[in-house]
């Protein structure tokens, strides 16, 4: 049976929920918050103990119904204008990552992240001047990103290192030889100018590894190594390993810290 609401008493319903309405949507708040809770936990709970058999359905779906296995959906992206709207697209977006990455990394942009790590200012300057670490070393201590380190560093006006080696700066010698640094570069103009036979970055295989000597001079079957970076932990960590390397192999090395000391080397 339905009831109807007629005359007087329609009216004193009306009356009595204007007055209430605001307790009354309170209240409809709050079960409502106290139901989506219940059904959240509830769904974790069923979901933990039917991730076998839930996890398999999805990725079932997920291959059925997903777009690279829709044949309409394939032929459709083959279009010529789907296909340059979708170049189009992606040259935009990665322009888009290219600069906010370089407004990022030069300190024009501030995220939480930075602000929490400018707090460790000293510490990420006693290891990135004084102990001589390199900024993925600090990011790898502190869990977080080279770029984050480099952005600290460039918001506090402070100076950060290029890199060292890098495929951009290779610098070409007087006979077409690219180096890495400026160093070898002398090395090499010095051989040359001596007429002394070299080999630059010769393989050399050990064991699961193949190490690359700076120099081999095959008529004194001499490997020279420059070592430039012995303020470096990491580096010297290296060399030491290089240097167990040539001993197993026994293998006749010289390692020079100055492009002059090639003089002695070969004397």
């Known amino acids: 049976m339905v009831k109807l609401f007629v005359g007087r008493e329609k009216e004193y319903k009306h009356e009595w929920y204007l007055k209430n ?18 059904k959240k936990e509830y769904s974790k709970k069923y979901y933990h103990k039917n991730f076998d058999k839930i996890k398999p359905k999805k990725a079932l779906y997920k291959k059925k119904h997903s777009d690279r296995n829709n044949e309409l959906e394939r032929l459709r992206r083959l279009l010529p204008k789907v296909r340059e709207h ?9 322009d888009i990552q290219r600069k906010y990455r370089k407004d990022y990394t030069n300190g024009r942009v501030v ?3 930075i602000l929490l790590l400018e707090k460790s200012l000293p510490l990420i300057k006693k290891l990135y001047y004084e102990q001589g670490w390199d900024a ?18 460039r918001r506090n006006n402070l100076p950060v290192k290029q890199k060292q080696f890098s495929p951009r700066r290779y610098l ?36 699961d590894t193949i190490y690359y000597p700076d120099f081999y001079l095959p008529d004194r079957d001499l490997f020279v190594e420059f070592a430039g ?10 060399l030491e390993k290089k240097r167990k390397a040539y001993q197993d192999l026994q293998k006749n090395v010289s390692f020079i810290t100055k492009p002059e000391q090639i003089v002695e080397v070969l004397a």
């Open 21 to 38: 309405k605001a307790r009354l949507l309170v209240k409809a708040n709050l079960y409502y918050q106290q139901n989506t809770q219940a």
């Open 172 to 207: 070409p010698c007087s006979n077409g030889l690219l180096v890495r640094s400026n160093p070898e570069r002398i090395i090499v103009e010095f051989l040359i100018n001596n007429n002394v036979e070299f080999i630059y970055e010769q393989p050399l295989p050990y064991k």
């Open 136 to 153: 993925k070393s600090i990011a790898d201590k502190l869990s977080c990103t080279k770029d984050v380190i480099v952005a600290v560093l």
């Open 111 to 113: 995220t939480p992240k």
């Open 229 to 238: 970076l012995t303020d470096k932990k990491w580096y010297v960590e290296q």
């Open 86 to 94: 979708n170049r189009n697209y992606n040259f935009k977006r990665k």
